[in-house]
């Protein structure tokens, strides 16, 4: 079962090579963050076209997250996280996908920071954080995955004292994203891959991708009963070269059935 996360950076600009890219690669499972579509204009026809069910959550010109799954629908748990009714924003979405729980995040950036942005940050890797706690203590396998916009190493970016000041840096995030982690999740891509240089984001700016200056921040977090059945994790590199790409390029895993 190959599970995949795509930050697609506006679902109608990139979706012909998200089109191309469900083509060549299948997946099995898709999560997609920052559609920056309001809910009636996801392009729902052309991926059932694709061969996939789907659920999604648009907000108009930010945000928005969707879940695909080949060849079947999405069984939808809840479309916000919880703890604050007061949040309007499109960031979460979770639902079933033969019998493995999906949560899909797309966490706020955070910058500039410090400031209300970055407050509103932690307050939400708070309320992940307890939600987290209870997903990971599922017998069900659960994926955790999506654009967490936490560099959580040195490891996972080019140059990390540039990113000292940066909210996807800075102590207070990665001491959040700690304390997730804390609860056992199993980080896939650093489980397998300990000491490669590995990016998942590349910025549009100073031939970033070409220079491979980039940062590892789309995270797919595992429990313990997904983490048993990892088999393999990486990169589809070669998409954030294609024409009118998005910054991010796809990242998946393979759980053994």
């Not at 076209?49 to 999604?56: H, N, Q, T």
């Not at 959550?57 to 069984?75: D, T």
């Not at 997730?180 to 300990?194: I, K, Y």
């Not at 590199?237 to 998946?252: E, Q």
Request: aromatic share 10%.
């Amino acid at each position: 079962m190959r599970i995949a996360t795509f930050n697609v950076n506006s679902i109608r600009a990139r979706l012909e090579s998200l089109q191309r890219w469900l083509s060549e690669t299948s997946p099995d499972v898709v999560c997609l963050q920052e559609l920056k579509a309001l809910h009636e204009a996801f392009p729902e026809s052309a991926i059932r076209e694709a061969g996939y069910g789907v659920i999604w959550h648009g907000q108009k010109s930010y945000n928005g997250v969707a879940i695909l799954a080949k060849g079947c629908e999405p069984v939808e748990i809840r479309r916000a996280l919880p703890g604050d009714p007061e949040d309007q924003h499109s960031r979460y979405i979770e639902a079933v996908v033969r019998d493995v729980v999906i949560g899909c995040l797309y966490l706020p950036n955070g910058n500039p920071a410090p400031g209300p942005k970055f407050d509103y940050k932690l307050r939400w890797l708070e309320r992940l954080i307890t939600h987290g706690a209870e997903l990971f203590g599922s017998e069900r396998p659960v994926v955790l995955t999506g654009d967490y916009n936490v560099i959580p190493t040195g490891n996972d970016v080019y140059k990390p004292e540039r990113w000292v000041d940066d909210a996807l840096f800075r102590v207070e995030t990665r001491e959040a994203f700690g304390r997730l982690m804390a609860q056992g999740w199993t980080d896939a891509l650093r489980h397998l891959h300990p000491d490669a240089t590995i990016y998942t984001y590349w910025d549009y700016f100073r031939n970033s991708y070409e220079r491979n200056t980039g940062l590892r921040i789309d995270h797919h977090l595992l429990n313990a009963a997904a983490a048993r059945r990892l088999t393999s994790a990486g990169v589809d590199r070669d998409v954030r070269g294609w024409p009118k790409a998005s910054d991010h390029a796809p990242t998946w895993i393979e759980l053994a059935d």
